[in-house]
């Protein structure tokens, strides 16, 4: 079976992003902090896909969804979900997308969030980024489309 889109869920009681000393997205509250990974074969119809699970899944308190609550979601784009450490001391990331392929459809998993009518904060594509989060439970799952 092939693996798609990648992402790293967990409940949070605030996040943010921070790239060269400011921060260019924030979520407070109760949320979703979202760490996307893309591979070669994804599709938009993956992200579409991906952003209509992370909008109706129940994570947060008492088996809510952000659709059900409104709950704003901080997602990050992350090519390291795709690491392979099995083989020595080195991931390799030969089955991560390159960013030509990767950023659009991370933005496009942003967009139709949106379009959903979710509040979404973003990190920035490609930087080094320092995410800060409270993770509230803790309550963390894996989602591959």
């Known amino acids: 079976m092939m693996v798609g889109m990648r992402?790293?869920?967990?409940?949070?009681?605030?996040?943010?992003?921070?790239?060269?000393?400011?921060?260019?997205?924030?979520?407070?509250?109760?949320?979703?902090?979202?760490?996307?990974?893309?591979?070669?074969?994804?599709?938009?119809?993956?992200?579409?896909?991906?952003?209509?699970?992370?909008?109706?899944?129940?994570?947060?308190?008492?088996?809510?969804?952000?659709?059900?609550?409104?709950?704003?979601?901080l997602v990050i784009s992350q090519f390291t979900l795709y690491g392979d450490a099995r083989k020595g001391r080195r991931p390799t990331w030969n089955a991560a997308a390159p960013g030509d392929i990767a950023e659009p459809l991370v933005d496009e998993v942003v967009a139709h969030l949106r379009a959903l009518g979710a509040t979404v904060a973003t990190g920035r594509f490609g930087a080094q980024m320092r995410v800060n989060l409270t993770n509230d439970g803790p309550f963390t799952v894996l989602l591959e489309m």
Do not use: F, Y
């Open 7 to 73: 992402a790293v869920v967990q409940r949070v009681d605030g996040a943010s992003v921070v790239v060269d000393g400011e921060t260019v997205g924030a979520i407070e509250g109760e949320g979703l902090c979202v760490l996307v990974g893309v591979t070669h074969e994804d599709t938009k119809e993956k992200a579409v896909q991906l952003a209509r699970k992370l909008w109706t899944i129940r994570m947060l308190q008492d088996e809510r969804s952000c659709s059900d609550t409104g709950a704003p979601l």
